[in-house]
């Protein structure tokens, strides 16, 4: 099932995807933080040190946003080279300015990018990592093979990404609140009504845990794992390329 921002209007998802974060650019970054109860940084963290194990010098960072993991990423010793990409210019915009701000131009490089259609040659990067993107894409499989096609032999592929928790109560809590309380306070600081009301239904349609592991090793990738943080509220993912 394909999940839209704008479900009266007739244009595809990838566009209404784009659309829906250059609305809400400018409040991105508090609502994130503010809306996960600052868990997010902690998500983030965590995956930057499983990634650092495998010591990536050159990292690609798919539907980047702000570039919040990527600036994260960049703090990997090993890493000599982060590229974002995103088809939100807005957020780019800004997420360019912290980059800046930082002092990470020349490391952390941010540019228009489509995950269905990256511009890069077969085995490029060492690590390809996507952090609350992948259920975005308008075409999950085509996404993965892109990524796959990427990637170096060896290669690995860090997924992080809202999941639905199982077990009673946090199953009912996480529901109240990512369908209620969500859109409530999204509408309210960002303005736009479908933004945070199509985040839980995206959430929701998402194929997550297994489902998305079965996904990752039909489009080739190996060792594959699921890592599943804070009762199931969030997981990671993780997938080799074969050598």
Do not use: C
Not at 84 to 105: P, T
């Amino acid at each position: 099932m394909t999940v839209l921002p704008y479900k009266e209007e007739p244009s595809d998802k990838k566009s209404q995807v784009a659309r829906m974060f250059n609305n809400i650019a400018a409040t991105y970054d508090l609502l994130n933080h503010v809306l996960s109860l600052g868990i997010d940084v902690l998500w983030r963290k965590k995956a930057t040190k499983m990634l650092a194990r495998r010591r990536p010098q050159y990292l690609l960072d798919v539907a980047t946003g702000t570039a919040d993991f990527a600036i994260q990423l960049s703090k990997i010793p090993s890493i000599q080279k982060v590229i974002g990409v995103d088809i939100s210019e807005k957020m780019l915009e800004y997420g360019r300015e912290k980059v800046h701000q930082k002092g990470l131009s020349e490391k952390v490089i941010l540019e228009y990018g489509d995950s269905e259609n990256l511009k890069y040659e077969d085995n490029t990067f060492d690590a390809v990592t996507v952090a609350f993107g992948v259920r975005n894409f308008a075409h999950l499989e085509q996404g993965l093979k892109e990524i796959f096609r990427v990637l170096k032999p060896g290669g690995v592929l860090l997924v992080l990404e809202f999941s639905k928790p199982k077990r009673f109560p946090i199953k009912q809590l996480y529901r109240f609140y990512f369908t209620r309380w969500v859109p409530w306070v999204g509408r309210l600081i960002s303005k736009d009504r479908a933004a945070y009301s199509y985040l839980p239904e995206s959430v929701d349609a998402f194929p997550d845990g297994m489902q998305f592991v079965d996904i990752l090793n039909q489009t080739g990738f190996k060792e594959t794992k699921w890592y599943p943080l804070t009762f199931g509220i969030s997981s990671i993912y993780w997938g080799v390329k074969p050598l």
